[in-house]
T-cell receptor
Framework: KAGVTQTPRYLIKTRGQQVTLSCSPISGHRSVSWYQQTPGQGLQFLFEYFSETQRNKGNFPGRFSGRQFSNSRSEMNVSTLELGDSALYLC??????????????FGAGSRLTVL | AQSVTQLDSHVSVSEGTPVLLRCNYSSSYSPSLFWYVQHPNKGLQLLLKYTSAATLVKGINGFEAEFKKSETSFHLTKPSAHMSDAAEYFCVVSDHDGGSQGNLIFGKGTKLSVKP
């Protein structure tokens, strides 16, 4: 079955602009999480959505927002871009296993460069 | 609060020799622990997970990890490295069993280099 699909894969923006990234989870997965990956900070949790509701949020400013649609597809938006927002943004979907462990399946990421 | 420490930022081995990537965790609860691998310009792929069942966990591509509660460790090993193992490896802890399932804590990563 198809994996997690993220679009676009690469994009370049300038400071002050805004960007929207899209994520299509694995069919049947209702939870979608977003992570930011940078060389300095590593992988940091942004937020998680389940059934169109944000269930958890990381420690990022309000410029970072997201949403989930009824078909479980998710988007994240970053407004008023700053140079430090340059990163690989990873989306992951999950299906809770019987053991309770929450295994995430990641997409290939969207690499954002802010100039 | 939970945290995870990967003790080596970079490990270099020769092809055919054993691999050891070290990870220590801190958790207030009974943790779930994972190892993920990331190849260049790719997303993360799950190698294996520990969820309070067997302490020795076998994963894909010949990797395994042993959960040692007394040492709060979850080191990743492989008996014989292959060139295709060159990648970055992340140790991950989650304290949440159900409920919020996206709030994983990632280690800083260990880059594995494999020399021919």
């Amino acid at each position: 079955k198809a994996g997690v699909t993220q679009t676009p894969r690469y994009l370049i923006k300038t400071r002050g602009q805004q960007v929207t990234l899209s994520c299509s989870p694995i069919s049947g997965h209702r939870s979608v999480s977003w992570y930011q990956q940078t060389p300095g900070q590593g992988l940091q949790f942004l937020f998680e959505y389940f059934s169109e509701t944000q269930r958890n949020k990381g420690n990022f400013p309000g410029r970072f927002s997201g949403r989930q649609f009824s078909n479980s597809r998710s988007e994240m938006n970053v407004s008023t871009l700053e140079l430090g927002d340059s990163a690989l943004y990873l989306c992951a979907s999950s299906l809770k296993t019987d053991s309770g462990a929450n295994v995430l399946t990641f997409g290939a990421g969207s690499r954002l460069t802010v100039l | 609060a939970q945290s995870v420490t990967q003790l080596d930022s970079h490990v270099s081995v020769s092809e055919g020799t054993p691999v050891l990537l070290r990870c220590n965790y801190s958790s207030s609860y009974s943790p779930s622990l994972f190892w993920y691998v990331q190849h260049p310009n790719k997303g993360l792929q799950l190698l294996l997970k520990y969820t309070s069942a067997a302490t020795l966990v076998k994963g894909i591509n010949g990797f395994e990890a042993e959960f040692k509660k007394s040492e709060t460790s979850f080191h990743l090993t492989k008996p014989s490295a292959h060139m295709s193992d060159a990648a970055e490896y992340f140790c991950v802890v989650s304290d949440h069993d159900g409920g919020s399932q996206g709030n994983l804590i990632f280690g800083k990563g260990t880059k594995l280099s494999v020399k021919p």
